[in-house]
């Protein structure tokens, strides 16, 4: 919900291979919107409420937040003056990160991370990031992305998912991150055309078992089941944004046909997608 967003067109400018930090006033957004980020925001004063993944979830200040912005998402409240602080990091950036499989998986699945508490001290060191983004020159913004990597790592650490976490973290090799990416990059690119695994791998130029095995290794699902919740977070999108039929929403998202994104849909979200537009329209 930054100033690289277009939140009245649900679209970002900004590239998704880029991590920014940014600082500015939070308020209400007409309509969601999405990037391929995975999304930390730190409100210092008041709070605010999100409408994401088709629930409300509460912002208090001093508590940082974290989530992948894939999913559509939108500001339906907000105190007068709140001001935020907002990380940007490259999905490829969280992968690379030494972070459980089923976390991982979880945050992907629509997870909305809240962090249980913070100090003065801790919040004035988030605060900084801004500023030293903005202007503190390459060895200071090296400083400030190290500084983000840990402090998600906490976050997530500190986060009880609902589902069991792994006690030891994977070893990843770059060559698994890199497959990973290539794939992530190619779904985002080509959701809505009739992808197979196979097909994939060989636009990504790798065996198609080594690309699952790595896929699984990073991600902790399969190639398939990360393009089918990318093609449901493009599809929420749709469904919040704009008026056009449930069936072109489908058939445009790779589902083939409304009864298969009926059945997906509602698995994953445990609503229609008529619900779920309803639910994200003004009362």
């Known amino acids: ?5 277009t939140a009245s067109e649900g679209k970002w400018i900004g590239s998704p291979r880029d991590f920014t930090v940014e600082r500015h006033v939070a308020d209400t957004m007409i309509s969601a919107h999405w990037h391929d980020h995975i999304e930390i925001n ?5 709070s605010m409420t999100y409408l994401f993944n088709g629930k409300q979830e509460y912002v208090e200040a001093g508590r940082m937040v974290l989530f992948w912005a894939a999913i559509p998402h939108q500001t339906i ?4 003056e709140s001001p935020l602080v907002c990380v940007y990091l490259p999905l490829v950036d969280f992968l690379a990160l030494p972070i459980d499989a089923a976390s991982r998986q979880a945050v992907l699945q629509g997870a909305f991370v809240n962090e249980a508490g913070a100090s003065s001290g801790t919040i004035n060191v988030r605060e900084r990031w801004a500023d030293e983004w903005l202007v503190g020159g390459s ?14 790592r906490r976050l997530i650490l ?3 998912f609902d589902r069991p976490v792994m006690a030891s973290n994977p070893r990843l090799s770059g060559s698994e991150i890199r497959y990973t990416q290539l794939l992530t990059n190619l779904i985002g690119q080509r959701y809505g055309e009739a992808l197979t695994l196979a097909a994939m791998a060989k636009h990504a130029n790798v065996h ?44 445009d998202c790779g589902f083939g046909s409304a009864a298969r994104f009926y059945e997906v849909f509602k698995r994953q979200t445990g609503m229609t997608p008529r619900h779920f537009r309803v639910s994200t329209r003004p009362r």
């Open 42 to 46: 730190l409100l210092l004063e008041g």
């Open 1 to 5: 919900m930054g100033n690289e967003s």
């Open 158 to 160: 500190d986060h009880t």
């Open 139 to 152: 060895a200071r913004q090296q400083l400030v992305k190290d500084e983000v990597s840990i402090v998600v």
């Open 77 to 80: 409240f907000v105190t007068p």
């Open 208 to 251: 198609s078992t080594t690309a699952s095995r790595a896929f699984r290794s990073v991600l902790g699902i399969s190639v398939m089941e990360y393009l089918t919740r990318y093609r449901l977070a493009r599809a929420m999108q749709r469904l919040a944004e704009t008026d056009d039929s449930i069936l072109d929403i489908a058939d």
